[in-house]
Nanobody
Framework: QVQVVESGGGLVQPGGSLILSCTASGFTVSSVPMSWYRQAPGKEREHLATINNSGGSTNYADSVKGRFTISRDNAKNTVYLQMNNLKPEDTAVYYC????????WGQGTQVTVSS
């Protein structure tokens, strides 16, 4: 079955950190661009970060640059999003997306930043 599954969300206090995981099956994460997005209630889905298949270069949205880091572990076929210094406005459902000629999303994982 070809899919991506996100995990690692939860409740965290402002200033805290979380690591989200996106585990792929049916394809290798290093063969296509992989991205993280988020969607807060009442807002459009927002691109956060991409790691490219060629060379593993990365790019980030300005809203998370310097706080979030995207990476991948080819041996585990998993892409990560390290999130530091979390703010209440980071509260959203976070999605992993396979890019390339056949793109699709995972089911998402909820991140809530609150004291």
């Amino acid at each position: 079955q070809v899919q991506v599954v996100e995990s690692g969300g939860g409740l965290v206090q402002p200033g805290g950190s979380l690591i989200l995981s996106c585990t792929a099956s049916g394809f290798t994460v290093s063969s296509v661009p992989m991205s993280w997005y988020r969607q807060a209630p009442g807002k459009e889905r927002e691109h956060l970060a991409t790691i490219n298949n060629s060379g593993g270069s990365t790019n980030y949205a300005d809203s998370v640059k310097g706080r979030f880091t995207i990476s991948r572990d080819n041996a585990k076929n998993t892409v990560y999003l390290q999130m530091n210094n979390l703010k209440p406005e980071d509260t959203a459902v976070y999605y992993c997306k396979r890019g390339g000629w056949w793109s699709f999303w995972g089911q998402g994982t909820q991140v809530t930043v609150s004291s």
